[in-house]
């Protein structure tokens, strides 16, 4: 069985430490590759890079995931900045929105995840919430994951794929405020937080509050991995 070929977005970082060496760095954490893995897909790394070649990256994948990381730039969905909202990543927002653009636009499978789907929101012209207590980890502990429970709503792709409110690993300091066009809120925490979006049609595009990478529960990424193995072209062995 052929493995779905899964572009994930990475982190740029000024500064990374290695072995003797401190450098820039394009670099992710190793959970993704790994759920990716498990799920049945091939993981590539897709570093920040010019908008321009966004859709040309996409049409050689089967799959996108946007990833975790820094808070959304406020100006790109018209907010004045808030105090405790983090350094802006404008490389990342630009690669990753042209990123979400061109699989929307090929049908490519698309998953958000937790700044993804934040950014999966904002490009299709919602707002967030720049700041929220309860979700940050335990007891608000900076760099420590926390869990609490997400239900799902009845009826969505998402409660398809995880029909009955599970644990799951968050840490997260903004959410969804407004919707984005054609967005439907598929689950959310006790709070009334947002916790997955997604596209009602045909296409296959999720986004999800959490970090299904921090955990064992390879749902999500095995939906989106199963969807684009039926995608894949049927390739005929040779005589």
């Given at each position: 069985m052929n493995r779905p070929l899964i572009g994930i977005s990475t982190y740029l970082e000024a500064s990374a430490r290695w072995g003797v060496w401190d450098l820039p760095a394009t670099l992710l954490p190793a959970g993704y590759s790994r759920l990716v893995r498990e799920a049945g897909g091939l993981a590539a790394l897709l570093p920040p890079d010019s908008p321009d070649l966004a859709a040309s990256v996409v049409a050689r994948l089967?799959?996108?995931?946007?990833?975790?990381?820094?808070?959304?730039?406020?100006?790109?969905?018209?907010?004045v900045r808030d105090p405790r909202t983090g350094p802006p990543a404008p490389e990342r927002d630009a690669w990753e929105v042209a990123l979400i653009e061109a699989a929307l636009k090929s049908g490519t499978p698309l998953l958000g995840i937790c700044r993804g789907m934040q950014l999966l929101n904002v490009a299709l012209g919602g707002t967030l919430t720049?700041?929220?207590d309860g979700h940050a980890g335990p007891g608000g502990v900076t760099g420590v994951i926390g869990t609490h429970t997400v239900a799902p709503v009845p009826g969505t792709r998402y409660a398809s794929v995880v029909p009955a409110a599970c644990t799951v690993p968050a840490y997260h300091h903004q959410a969804v405020d407004r919707l984005g066009a054609g967005l439907v809120a598929s689950a959310h925490a006790a709070d009334g937080t947002v916790e997955?979006?997604?596209?009602?049609?045909?296409?296959?595009?999720?986004g999800v509050q959490w970090h299904p990478e921090m955990g064992d529960d390879v749902r999500v990424m095995g939906a989106l991995v199963a969807t684009a193995r039926l995608a894949e072209p049927v390739i005929e062995p040779a005589p």
């Open positions: 089967d799959a996108v995931v946007v990833a975790g990381g820094p808070d959304v730039e406020p100006e790109r969905y018209g907010a720049q700041h929220l997955a979006v997604e596209l009602p049609g045909p296409g296959w595009v999720l």
